[in-house]
């Protein structure tokens, strides 16, 4: 029997809509991104910096460490089988990163209601170390990612 949205776990249709819009992702997966965890409102993804990533000052590139947080957002938000989109977005840049550092985006629900939802995503690199803080605003578009059988 195919599982349906009325008959999986809050968490099970977490995961499977990652694993869904995963596989849509084209970009997040270009350039090596990998997805650590989601949980319902919740999502965790790593990029290791490659000297392809850093700028003239020979550090990451600012515009890598902001599609990080987006594609942690994107995954948080887009976790309740409801597809979901960016409204608004800000980053805060607090140190810099290096090429060779190993960089987390953590993601967590702040507030969902109606059609959009507030977001806030923690950059650190592999010491713990925070890199950037990301706030989105997103907002609910046509679709989910797992349809209802029809009876």
Excluded at 38 to 47: F, I, K, N, Q, Y
Aim: net charge neutral.
């Amino acid at each position: 029997m195919p599982m349906t949205p009325a008959s999986m776990t809050r968490l099970e249709l977490a995961q499977q809509s990652a694993r869904i819009m995963w596989d849509e992702d084209n970009a997040t997966r270009h350039v090596g991104m990998k997805l650590l965890d989601v949980t319902p409102g919740h999502a965790r993804l790593s990029l290791t910096v490659r000297e392809e990533f850093t700028n003239g000052h020979g550090m990451c590139h600012g515009g890598y460490i902001f599609m990080l947080a987006d594609s942690a957002f994107a995954f948080a938000c887009n976790s309740h089988n409801q597809r979901a989109v960016a409204a608004s977005a800000a980053i805060e840049f607090i140190a810099a990163a290096q090429r060779g550092d190993v960089l987390t985006a953590e993601c967590s629900e702040q507030s969902r209601g109606g059609r959009s939802g507030l977001y806030d995503t923690r950059v650190t690199d592999q010491n713990g170390r925070l890199i950037a803080l990301f706030r989105g605003r997103s907002a609910t578009i046509r679709g989910r990612f797992i349809e209802e059988e029809p009876s």
